[in-house]
């Protein structure tokens, strides 16, 4: 059995996404950790409360929970949870977005050291940037001095605003890639702060759409670099754009890993602890696609046009870590299962690498890493690595859960507690889902 301390719930209706950053924050000076989740049309009172943007926060040491809501009825959809910020005096800073049913970033500003409350709602709007293209995510950075808020945005690249007043206030800066819009949207893109710049990872497109490869590079000194630190493109956000594949390709497409051939891969998490760079990714191993005309009818199965079933992609959880040449190491994580939703096959449980260990994470699958055993939900299991990566061993972290247990978080800011944070329930959508955010906390 595990010996892991039991969750508490802090939000009875929650959820969020895994494209925005930082989710959840500790202020080690006032112990006070923040999570930013959203409340579902299909979880408890959700009629009143559907479409809330909350604010989860815990006092670490009295354990007291408030559930600040900052926006009413913005949206049913995990997409639009904020990105989180604690400027040097004491304030958060809260961004956030809809899921392309607007051209509009928002944020607010709380008062200093006290995120229940909060200042007014300020908008950005993207429209005569994007032709009324609408936007999406928000991930929150400081780069070279400044505080930059990366959108998917203009043609469904990723762009950035930038603040030099710590959030008060946000002009447009530029885009960071641009390529051919193929499906639904270009890079899924994830960031990590690091000693020598922000590092970013990301996809071609949707996987949905395409056969994507996976993409690292370094942003620093007005400049991208690869991954061995060659400059890539002009100067940022003032010359045209690069396309992301002109970076370095951590995963190229018909990569064989762990004896599986695998396809359209996705961006998972990202870290840089004290200069060691990791990535986790997904992808499908040994699935070419569906004929045209195919339908999924459930999480485990496919009908072509005929009416025959079609194999359901294998999905796998791949780690990969940066050497000091430049090099990636890409290696077989764990299996994550059949996609998670019916028309989402390539959503998975995730992962969470460890903002303090690089040899550490978390994730979540409905096939047991320990034995290959398959699970009746999407249960959490903590891997450790010593050998970079290249194998893990495993202890759970929940068992035999009547609900699955999705996209843990590893909230960064308190070096001395690991805190982590998941969501567990049904989701039917992004949109439906009937789901409770809870909290574990334990000392490192």
């Avoid at 010996?3 to 494209?19: H, I, K, Q, S, Y």
């Avoid at 999406?136 to 603040?163: K, M, Q, W």
């Avoid at 599986?260 to 200069?275: E, F, I, K, P, Q």
């Avoid at 699935?287 to 359901?312: L, M, Q």
Wanted: charged fraction near 25%.
């Amino acid at each position: 059995m595990t010996t892991e301390p039991a969750p508490r719930v802090l939000n009875d209706n929650g959820a969020w996404c895994w494209f925005q950053d930082e989710r959840a924050l500790v202020d080690p000076e006032r112990r006070l950790l923040v999570v930013g989740s959203i409340a579902s049309v299909g979880g408890k009172d959700g009629d009143r409360r559907g479409g809330d943007l909350d604010l989860n926060v815990v006092d670490l040491e009295s354990g007291d929970v408030q559930v600040v809501t900052l926006h009413e009825g913005f949206e049913s959809d995990d997409h639009d949870v904020p990105a989180l910020w604690l400027r040097p005096d004491g304030r958060w800073l809260a961004v956030y977005a809809r899921h392309k049913t607007d051209d509009n970033t928002y944020w607010r500003i709380s008062e200093p050291g006290d995120p229940t409350r909060w200042g007014e709602e300020k908008i950005f709007d993207w429209s005569g940037l994007t032709g009324s293209r609408r936007v999406t995510y928000s991930n929150l950075h400081e780069l070279d001095g400044r505080l930059y808020c990366f959108v998917r945005a203009i043609n469904d690249d990723p762009c950035a605003l930038v603040s030099d007043d710590h959030g008060e206030t946000w002009t447009f800066e530029g885009k960071l890639f641009h390529r051919e819009k193929i499906g639904y949207v270009n890079a899924y893109a994830r960031y990590a702060d690091g000693p020598d710049g922000l590092h970013v990872i990301a996809t071609d497109h949707h996987p949905r759409d395409y056969d994507n490869a996976i993409h690292h590079g370094v942003l620093s000194s007005g400049r991208l670099h690869d991954s061995t630190g060659q400059v890539v493109g002009g100067q940022l956000f003032t010359d045209p754009p690069i396309n992301q594949d002109q970076l370095t390709t951590i995963l190229p497409r018909g990569s064989e890993v762990g004896g599986a051939l695998l396809s359209h891969a996705w961006t998972t998490d990202l870290r840089d602890v004290n200069g060691v760079v990791s990535a986790v990714m997904t992808a499908r191993a040994d699935h070419d696609g569906w004929p045209e005309g195919s339908a999924v009818t459930s999480p485990d199965a496919v009908r072509d046009a005929n009416g025959n079933d079609v194999p359901v992609p294998d999905l796998r959880l791949l780690y990969a870590r940066l050497g000091a040449d430049g090099n990636w190491a890409v290696h077989p994580l764990a299996a994550a299962g059949p996609g998670l939703l019916p028309h989402e096959q390539d959503y998975t449980g995730l992962a969470a690498l460890d903002p303090y260990d690089p040899d550490h994470l978390v994730l979540s699958t409905p096939i047991d890493p320990r034995d290959g055993r398959n699970l009746e939900r999407r249960e959490l299991f903590r891997g450790r690595t010593a050998d970079g990566g290249a194998t893990w061993s495993w202890t759970a972290i929940t068992e035999d859960s009547a609900v699955d247990n999705l996209r843990p978080i590893l909230a960064p800011g308190d070096p001395a507690t690991e805190h982590l944070l998941w969501f567990r329930g049904d989701m039917a959508s992004s949109q439906r889902f009937d789901c409770e955010v809870v909290l574990a906390s334990r000392p490192r």
